[in-house]
């Protein structure tokens, strides 16, 4: 019998034409939605997800669809997807120009960020004639005079001129389109939004750039436009200079049209040839959980979280020690400098603490917002680090998508508390021996002590408001990821009940002799004896009830413990 040779898995990988004609590399099919896309009234559009969320290979897919270049290829690299099986009329009847706004300078002054900006415009164009020399006559040339007669922006009217007099009509496809206000963002100072200011008002030469596109609209050289980012901070900016364009973020037929469906996953893993029951992690709690409108039937996993995790398996045999995409690193520095005001770090406390915010999602919003509630809980969306669970009243219910952001959050706030109390300072080798001793001497009492000892007794004015139950439960996450001996689990779902902390091994340390149910209370300094024993009585019938439960009654060598902690100094353990 012969056995289907598995595809190679193109993680890293963003160009649809290699993808499709070499080494056998697996293919999402979301063809689909360009025929949806062509039908809407709007020929010039914008669709925002998250970073590394397959934007890039989708915008390489329209252009490959689209440009004239490729009529010849159309069989070769669509005839088998779904698009190529129900043709638009549009296909193969553009030349595409494309840009990509990433690794712009924005490190140094405006005069050489203009210029970063101008240069990689530039590029472009020259990639666009080059591209297309077959359609247009004397390339060579006007590539050599790119520099010399256009410097700057006039290069884009140049080239607009040039498809008109060949009668060719252009779509114009933007990439990171926000990527340097991102940047600018991100500085977390007066300075970045001065100068990001600059860059998008009158006179400014992004709003030059969009300006001269618009201009090309109406004069129908500009046939279709498509634009990607990860916000849309940058539409409110530029209303007068670009106000063509249609928003179909929130629309519920796009909410599947990048990254994975349940299904698509599971035709990924055959079709690269990973065998399910070999997969000892649940993949739905780690990297699935995105809904982009409330209405949206299914959520989507996060499509580079999900190859990476398939990538770590194909290349060593077994799920990866850690399971936890190292590019998420950069949505928790991002975090940290929006969080800079009291207002929005109050938002991400109550986030953290309630795994769930009630909010509108605005549809674009100014630099100047982003201190504002809602503004800034529709950015926390935009970047991935919350998504749509249900509506509510004439607002959205917004929660964490997955595990994987859980740890963005809860790394978060370990750091938001050290830096607001300086007297913390915390011994990390110290940390990860007491986990060490919980993992294999099934003792608990020494990381408890050390938390209280060395974090809770010492918590800023700010940290102190918030002291709670669900505050240290939120707290102990955060210390606990010092050590990956553990799958920490929060509110995990026993049937019935859900018990505050679960403990798992992690399934890559199948040395870990003991796991963890946690149930955590809280009693104000000065508590009478009566009220901390009611908490005790109940923490221990729930206890008790996670013991019976048939998720948890089977798991050997797992310890439950009740840790009643009594103002910020006092605590107490009772075993269940």
Known sequence: MNTKKPKQLPYGNADFRSIRTSNNYVYVDKTRFIAALEQESNKNQIFIRPRRFGKSLFLSTLTYYYDINYT?????????LYIGQHPTPQKNSYAVMNFDFSGLNTNSGA???????????RNSVRLFLDDHKNIFPKTKEMIRKINTEHPNLGVLDWAF?????????????????????????????????????????????????YERIKTATTFSVVNRTFMTGISPIMLDDLTSGFNIVSNLTLKLQYNEMLGFTS????????????????????????????RFNEEGENTVYHSSMMLYFFEQILENNKPPKNFIDPNLSMDSSRLKRLIQNDSNREILV?????????????????IDQLNDDHYFVSLLFYLGLLTIKESYLNKLRLVIPNYSIQRVYWEQIRLLIESNSRRIKMNTDLVEETI?????????????????????????????????????????????????????MSEYETVPGRADIFLQRNPNIPQVQYEWILELKYCKTGAKETEIAQKRKKGLEQLNQYAHSQR?????????????????????????
Do not use: W
């Open 72 to 80: 010849g290829e159309f069989e070769r690299l669509f005839g088998d």
């Open 111 to 121: 005069d050489e960020f203009i210029f970063s900006f101008c240069d990689k415009v």
């Open 161 to 209: 001129s040039v498809a008109k007099s060949a009668n060719i009509q252009v779509f114009v496809i933007i990439d990171e389109y926000d990527h340097f206000a991102n940047d600018f963002i991100a500085m977390g100072t007066v300075k970045g939004n001065d100068f990001y200011k600059k860059m998008v008002n009158a006179n400014g030469v992004v709003r030059d750039f």
């Open 263 to 290: 299904r698509e996953v599971e035709t990924l893993m055959t079709e690269i040839g990973i065998d399910a029951d070999k997969i000892n992690v649940d993949m739905e709690h780690y990297y699935n959980g995105y």
């Open 350 to 366: 109550k986030i953290i603490k309630e795994g769930s915010i009630v909010s509108k999602v605005l549809e674009k919003f100014s």
């Open 436 to 488: 060490y001793t919980m993992a294999m001497e099934g003792t608990i009492d020494g990381f408890i002590d050390y938390v209280s000892q060395n974090v809770f007794s010492k918590l800023s004015d700010f940290d102190l408001q918030h002291f709670d139950e669900k505050y240290i439960k939120v707290l102990l996450l955060a210390y606990l990821l010092l050590n990956d001996i553990y799958i920490p």
């Open 552 to 576: 948890l009654k089977d798991r050997p060598n797992l310890k439950f413990v009740l840790i009643i902690f009594i103002g910020k100094n006092k605590y107490e353990i009772v075993n269940g």
